[in-house]
């Protein structure tokens, strides 16, 4: 579709997009979506499945018949139905996906700078299985559920047009589903234009700070917008410090450390295009900082923390921002190890009175757990450990309560010393 056709679909129509039918829970089942949770999966289903088009809207029954809610039906995926409300007058029409959308774009108007930001965050917005992000002027869009996959024209051009209701013209829409997480739906990856095609390097400007997002190749949707005020919170303690900024990606917290004015930034990423990158992201703020300030390194942090120790290099400040070391609850221990390792060498490399910031993404390393991993790794480093703040993902990723599954990053600064 042309960004004009996204403008003039009719997504406040009032045709009932939900199927004449239902599904019925077993007895003593559903403990999840009866807690608040959005997912009901596949072994609390009874009755009700059957003749049903996956991607359906269904209404979903409690084993006495007791009417819990509508949502999105998949034979093919372990979570059965995903639901998308809780009430019973509720018709699920376009003009209803229209409501939620524009309610998802005037929540994130009073909680973040919208400039780039997650105007539509799955389940925390009530939109199960898809998210869009905002990069000035253009978006892209990640679905990984077959129900909302069906959806997704009504819900970008629902996204067009509230945008343009505030006078914000869209320019490109880019789809990135190339998670193989959709195969679970019974979907393919797939990544292309979902508009007509553009340069695919949008510069964004984050913290005063300029970038260019890869839409096309970067990482999930081309950046990490989840650390914004993370990386802001870093400033103060970096400002005239020697940085090493570990797991650095395309330069985010290096390029943020650097335009607080710290004295030196090393940072280090196992990829070389990642590298590449954040080199020409620091040349975009010339006017900011000198670039020459900068080390950028591509190499192994596992390898590299203890390279440094044995080389007697300290840091005033050391920051790890790793990707996600466990996607299961079955490998936590595995990576509770791997979050050990780094956080005890990075403490080593650490000058008295200087400050760690460490965090972990993955939604299964809950945030008790990551607390006793540190506290371990600190021990071992023979480190004391002030926290100076807790933090998690900015607020246009919102944590619904009773939604588990949307409380996923914990991200820390603490001031290390030596043992007094």
């Not at 650490?350 to 993404?361: Q, R, V």
């Not at 506290?375 to 933090?391: M, N, P």
Request: aromatic fraction near 10%; hydrophobic fraction near 40%; glycine fraction near 8%.
């Amino acid at each position: 579709m042309t960004i004009r056709e996204y403008l003039e679909t009719d997504c406040r129509g009032e045709n009932n997009l939900a199927a004449p039918a239902s599904v019925r829970l077993k007895k003593k089942e559903g403990r999840t979506v009866k807690n608040g949770g959005a997912w009901v999966f596949d072994n609390e289903i009874d009755t009700g499945t059957e003749g049903i088009e996956n991607g359906a809207v269904v209404a979903v029954e409690d084993f006495d018949g007791f009417f819990m809610g509508y949502g999105i039906i998949n034979t093919q995926s372990r979570i059965r139905v995903r639901m998308l409300s809780r009430r019973r007058e509720t018709v699920i029409t376009p003009r209803f996906l229209y409501g939620r959308v524009k309610a998802a774009w005037e929540y994130r108007k009073k909680v973040i700078d919208t400039s780039s930001c997650r105007i539509v965050f799955g389940e925390a917005d009530f939109l199960p299985g898809i998210t869009v992000d905002k990069y000035e002027d253009v978006l892209v869009i990640e679905s990984l559920a077959l129900g909302t996959d069906r959806l997704k024209d009504l819900l970008l051009s629902a996204a067009v047009q509230v945008l343009s209701e505030d006078g914000i013209k869209i320019r490109g829409i880019y789809e990135r589903s190339d998670a193989r997480v959709r195969e679970k739906e019974g979907l393919s990856p797939v990544k292309g234009f979902l508009s007509e095609p553009f340069e695919t390097q949008v510069p964004i400007t984050e913290n005063g700070v300029r970038f260019l997002v890869d839409v096309e190749n970067g990482q999930k949707t081309g950046f990490f917008l989840d650390q914004k005020l993370n990386r802001r919170a870093v400033h103060s303690i970096c400002r005239g410090a020697d940085v090493l900024d570990c797991f650095t990606h395309t330069g985010s917290f290096a390029l943020n450390a650097a335009f607080a004015g710290a004295q030196s930034v090393r940072a280090i990423d196992a990829s070389d295009t990642a590298i590449a990158q954040a080199a020409r992201n620091a040349g975009l703020n010339r006017e900011n900082f000198d670039p020459a300030r900068l080390e950028w390194i591509c190499g192994d942090v596992f390898d590299f923390l203890p390279e440094e120790e044995k080389k007697g290099n300290l840091y005033d400040v050391v920051i790890l921002d790793p990707p996600a070391f466990t996607k299961s609850r079955q490998t936590i221990q595995n990576a509770s190890r791997g979050y050990r390792e780094i956080n005890h060498r990075a403490m080593r490399l650490i000058k008295d009175g200087g400050f760690l910031a460490t965090c972990t993404c993955s939604h299964f390393m809950e945030a008790e757990h990551f607390k006793r991993v540190i506290e371990a790794s600190a021990k071992d480093a023979h480190r004391r450990l002030k926290q100076v703040e807790f933090r998690t993902q900015a607020p246009d990723h919102p944590i619904l309560w009773a939604g588990d599954a949307s409380y996923y990053l914990k991200f820390y600064i603490f001031q290390v010393t030596e043992e007094k």
